[in-house]
């Protein structure tokens, strides 16, 4: 087992990665104070791990709540079920919530933890790649809104996270996939060598070699770490993760959520901005050719829905988040390995490139 | 114009307390980054303050937003159209929200600011006593549930407060007087002083005289200032701000928010307080009466309302949020002037406190 240490202040907090972490009492016990649990599961995880883990916590008055699947679900009423359950059953606000599931659990149980008597301690058990490699760090939680994705939540950091590599057998491939979009999006930000290495054993990795597992996560939540440390409210470096994200949720809002994965948004989002960023001279075409390559090896799109236009892209992405004072700011690339947050760049210039995608 | 500062680490802010500052512009201009501004407020304070505050901000780009007033408007569902109007209007992250009204609106606006793209800037002008003295200090915010008062919310700090003495002229006497309770709390729980003067000076402060009125907010707000900075999160000692808020609490909540000011269910519960601490031979029956005796030359109500009885009490009570691992804390006085947080009390005690009150 790897620990690896989230430093943000006085919150700081421990990822374990390995195997068959799930079922280890004692690392939960480390990090659970007081005598009530409450875990938030979906229904795909439900049969598959729930009662094993609820069975390894007895000691504790503990309640389950089990949401339905799908990103469509991560909505502010998606949530209440987790403040009727606890309220109905008195659970105090020493309770501590465990986050059994994906992202989308993730993001949810971790608002309705930090909203809940005004915040209780937080737990993540991620069972998905996307969720072990960037979701469960960084204290990013929410859901959406009709209007945009991840509108309303909070910044809210977890006691613990336990990535359970065992977890990940049973996820489907496009899941599976959707996770290495953004495991290789953060060598494009910041880590050459690691998408170097991502480059070299692609194909190890989709096999789910359990060693190049872990490396690649816990390469991924290292870089992932890294950021949030030095900027945990997203005030300034801390976008460079959004890096084909903007276009991203253009694509899932665009389209509604659940429709496409999170990760596969990503990757054409990621193929945009390199597009962008070649427009703009700073990647050379063989730079994006190679991201283009390497996100096709894995079996990711490369392409937006054809359901889209150019014109709806741009709405969408005026509203996102990265906005600031009217201007559209984005992540783009100035080399591999080195993303920027910028708006210095010609608004008429993005059209283009979004425009280039719909020529075909 | 007095200020004071609510030092809380790095999210420290001031609080003007003065006549007309309502428009006194340099005084929002130095807090408000960016062009983008919301006011959040009711329809009850909107016809008398809102165009003219607007008017005075005409150099950002300003919408507005007006709820129902009242606090059964307090809900999850009650802030979506914040949420709503921000998103379908394009504003940003670094928008300011400025929430002008009552401690329903603070309340609100605060936990709406707080989820909005996880976190905008917001500032507070409460225009009611309660708020003045109360709610607005010390960043707590959030909604009801069907099943519990403030039970979804977060810890979020202003970048400052505009408290106007003037905004009072306009409040209604019930209102004005349900503030008092809360200013009488911090004479129980920590300044013994302040109960004092405020037995002596009760006539000028029901007469709204504007000295006395300046002087008994700014003690306030320096009492609660102080309780905040030592335990932000209230894991301790903020829990005494909380006297009379259990039995409070559950009296709103027993007979249907909005029935009941806030000011006056804290009235209430103060005196059921006092008796326990009574009964418990920490306050003598002198004691008790001074506090009703002020209570009941302010006006307020000392009884709890006929269509609850005792095990409502004890039902509503075990839900509050005080409950820590099954054990119903609450806040009580030693003596006058210093209260403590305890679960150290025979739990048939409290019955028979409540059953005493259900005697008549």
Redesign the interface.
């Known amino acids: 087992m790897i620990t690896l240490s989230i430093d943000i202040q006085d919150r700081s907090y421990p990822i374990y990665i390995g195997s068959n972490l799930l079922y280890q009492k004692s690392l939960l016990d480390r990090h659970i104070g ?3 649990i409450v875990i938030v599961t979906n229904e795909t995880i439900a049969p598959l791990y729930l009662s094993r883990v609820v069975n390894h916590l007895r000691d504790y008055r503990c309640t389950e709540i089990i949401l339905p699947d799908g990103e469509q679900y991560k909505t ?1 009423e998606g949530i ?1 079920p987790i ?2 359950k606890l ?2 059953n ?1 659970f ?3 309770t501590t919530l465990i986050a059994l599931g994906g992202g989308v659990i993730g993001d949810m149980a971790g608002f309705a933890a ?6 209780i301690p937080f737990i993540q058990i991620p069972t998905t790649l996307l969720a072990q490699v960037d979701s469960s760090v960084g204290g ?1 939680t ?1 859901v959406n ?1 009709p ?2 994705k ?6 809210y950091q977890p006691l613990c996270v336990l990535a359970d590599i065992n977890t990940l057998n049973t996820l489907d491939e496009r899941q599976f996939k959707a996770g290495i979009a953004e495991i290789i999006k953060y060598g494009l930000i910041q880590d050459f060598n690691f998408f170097l290495w991502l480059e070299n054993h692609i194909d190890q990795l989709l096999a789910r070699n359990q060693d190049i597992l872990i490396q690649a996560i816990e390469r991924s939540c290292q870089n992932k770490a890294a950021v949030v440390a030095a900027d945990e ?2 005030s300034g470096s801390r976008a460079t993760l959004n890096l084909g994200h903007t276009f991203g949720h253009a694509i899932e809002t665009g389209i509604g959520y659940g429709t496409w994965l999170h990760g596969e948004a990503v990757s054409v989002g990621m193929v945009m901005a390199a597009n962008l960023s070649h427009q703009l001279s700073w990647l050379s075409h063989h730079d994006v050719n190679r991201i283009t390559h390497l996100l096709t090896q894995v079996g990711l799109p490369i392409q937006p829905p054809k359901e889209m236009n150019t014109q709806r892209f741009l709405e969408l992405m ?2 996102d ?1 990265k ?4 201007q559209l700011r984005l992540v783009l690339l100035k080399q591999l390995g080195a993303a920027v947050v910028t708006s210095d760049f010609p608004y008429s210039l993005l059209e283009e490139t979004i425009e280039e995608f719909y020529r075909y």
């Not at 930090?114 to 915040?119: E, H, I, L, N, V």
């Open positions: 007081g005598s009530e502010l209440t403040f009727d309220l109905k008195k105090s606000r020493s930090a909203c809940y008597q005004r915040g990013k929410g809104h209007l945009g991840n509108m309303i939540g909070a910044f409210k997203e005026a509203v988040k906005v600031a004072n009217g």
